[in-house]
Nanobody, 115 residues
Framework: QVQLVESGGGLVQPGGSLRLSCAAS????????MSWYRQAPGKERELVAT???????NYADSVKGRFTISRDNVKNTVYLQMNSLKPEDTADYYC?????????WGQGTQVTVSS
């Protein structure tokens, strides 16, 4: 079955960096666009970044120039490099895959940006 496992979250000071990973299994990873979402306390889940099967990327305006999404089709893993982190980036971060019209989510990894 499809499984997505995020890792790499933690506590970081403002201006710092983190790299999130999402290890995928149970489907042909290279054929699926992958996305990162986040959900801050009391807020709705929002799209952060997407990477297509061809490597094309899109970002939310709030993270453009600071975050980079990438994928490794050998390791079946999608990454989110987050630089210049701000307190407003604090959230639970989730990766998502869509296969045959169904959404698959990981369990999330928590990112806290605080001094």
């Amino acid at each position: 079955q499809v499984q997505l496992v995020e890792s790499g979250g933690g506590l970081v000071q403002p201006g710092g960096s983190l790299r999130l990973s999402c290890a995928a299994s149970g489907f042909t990873f290279r054929n699926i666009a992958m996305s990162w979402y986040r959900q801050a306390p009391g807020k709705e889940r929002e799209l952060v970044a997407t990477i297509t099967v061809f490597g094309g990327t899109n970002y939310a305006d709030s993270v453009k120039g600071r975050f980079t999404i990438s994928r490794d089709n050998v390791k079946n893993t999608v990454y989110l490099q987050m630089n210049s982190l701000k307190p407003e980036d604090t959230a639970d971060y989730y990766c998502k895959a869509v296969q045959f019209g169904r959404d698959y989510w990981g369990q999330g990894t928590q990112v806290t940006v605080s001094s």
